[in-house]
């Protein structure tokens, strides 16, 4: 079974947008948890420009099903996270200017630093997983840092697969295998889709859990747009 973590990023960025609380960031994962997904995600970015770190401690009570908190791991970043005490942290190698993760750590160039944040985090119970490019030299230094689990970053398998590139899961498959090999476990996540999810779950067996946004969030507006057009047409009669 591989869990579905819904990550909420894109509903602060909505709600950000006219400054209010439309949609409520907080309504928004008790209703997903209740219509089954199986953990939320968030993305905390230095800037606030979505999630705010408001939002990640007003989330902690409602999440019931896996809390996993996504970011790189800066000073206030670990001062959040330790508060927390999600079920998991992912870390995630982003510049500040980045519009969004744009690649996986170098492992073996930021072994020692690795090393202490993961020690840290699970001397506090905390789960952790690190985002790496379906490298496997990678997945050994990933290994060498005692983190629990990697996130392959999948947005060149996400990209291929749209071109009609099958074999853009060759590199996830043998970089998971290692992992698996090795005692890892294995998440994924950036731009998974109902278009690529399936084939992408079916290459890779041991894949514990999925977190996925962008896409989701854009496919429930378009799956849900008919319905509400109707809703206003009713009401507009
Ligand atoms: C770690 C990762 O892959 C990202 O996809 C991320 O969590 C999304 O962040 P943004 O919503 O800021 O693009
Ligand atoms: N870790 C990836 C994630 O949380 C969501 O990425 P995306 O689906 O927004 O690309």
């Known amino acids: 079974m591989t869990k579905l973590?819904?990550?909420?990023?894109?509903?602060?960025?909505?709600?950000?947008?006219?400054?209010?609380?439309?949609?409520?960031?907080?309504?928004?994962?008790?209703?997903?948890?209740?219509?089954?997904?199986?953990?939320?995600?968030?993305?905390?970015?230095?800037d606030e420009r979505h999630i705010r770190y408001q939002d990640a401690r007003d989330l902690k009570p409602v999440v019931f099903t896996e809390y996993n908190i996504e970011g790189n791991p800066v000073e206030s970043f670990l001062k959040l996270v330790l508060e927390i005490k999600p079920t998991q942290v992912t870390l995630v190698p982003d510049a500040e200017d980045a519009i969004t993760s744009n690649a996986g750590w170098d492992t073996i160039k930021h072994k020692d630093f690795l090393v202490d944040v993961i020690k840290e985090f699970q001397q506090n119970g905390i789960r952790t997983s690190i985002f790496v490019d379906p490298i496997l030299k990678q997945i050994e230094g990933a290994k060498a840092t005692g983190a629990d689990r990697i996130e392959l970053y999948t947005e060149a398998f996400a990209h291929?697969?749209?071109?009609?590139?099958?074999?853009?899961?060759?590199?996830?498959?043998?970089?998971?295998?290692?992992a698996h090999n090795l005692g890892i476990g294995i998440n994924?996540?950036?731009?998974?889709?109902?278009?690529n999810i399936k084939f992408f779950k079916d290459n890779i067996p041991s894949l514990l859990e999925v977190s996925i946004g962008h896409a989701l969030i854009a496919e429930s507006l378009y799956l849900g747009i008919e319905n509400v057009i109707q809703m206003y047409l009713h009401k507009l009669k």
């Open 160 to 178: 291929q697969y749209s071109l009609g590139n099958k074999d853009a899961i060759k590199p996830y498959i043998k970089t998971a295998e290692l």
């Open 5 to 46: 973590s819904v990550n909420i990023n894109k509903i602060a960025t909505l709600r950000n947008s006219r400054g209010g609380d439309v949609p409520n960031v907080v309504q928004f994962a008790k209703d997903i948890q209740r219509f089954g997904a199986e953990g939320v995600t968030i993305h905390p970015r230095p």
């Open 188 to 195: 994924a996540g950036h731009d998974l889709s109902l278009d």
